[in-house]
């Protein structure tokens, strides 16, 4: 998982095992963050529907944007202007194109959490250093 700014330049990265939801690793990826100021709206795409979730992030001050699930039961509590942000996700995935450019990101090679991490991280930095100095 990653959180990127609003021009789709890292933030956070963490990694985890494919089974927990994201829902419930938003929290952790929040965490451990680069930077100490946490992001004032966070946009995410429809696993990210969840009431607790947004209670949660509210309490943290931020603002959480996602579209609703077709077969949500409770009352729906995005509005569409807020909805038009939702556009901008494509940066996010920007980023995972950019990390995918290297190899050893794209499928977990190594045996070792901290190993994979190290690697994902160094692309990370990689990226930061090609928009910063326009190599």
């Not at 089974?19 to 990210?48: M, T």
């Amino acid at each position: 998982m990653a959180i990127t700014d609003a021009s789709g330049l890292v933030l956070s990265v963490s990694i985890h095992s494919a089974s927990p939801h994201e829902v419930g690793l938003v929290e952790k990826v929040l965490d451990e963050r680069f930077v100490e100021q946490l992001p004032e709206k966070l946009i995410g795409d429809k696993a990210y529907d969840s009431d607790p979730l947004d209670e949660k992030l509210k309490e943290k001050g931020i603002e959480l944007i996602a579209p609703h699930r077709s077969n949500r039961k409770s009352k729906k509590t995005q509005d569409g202007r807020k909805l038009r942000r939702y556009k901008r996700r494509w940066k996010i995935e920007r980023f995972f194109a950019w990390l995918f450019n290297y190899r050893r990101t794209v499928v977990r090679y190594e045996y070792k959490e901290n190993n994979f991490l190290a690697f994902v991280l160094l692309a990370s930095i990689i990226i930061l250093l090609k928009a910063f100095f326009h190599l």
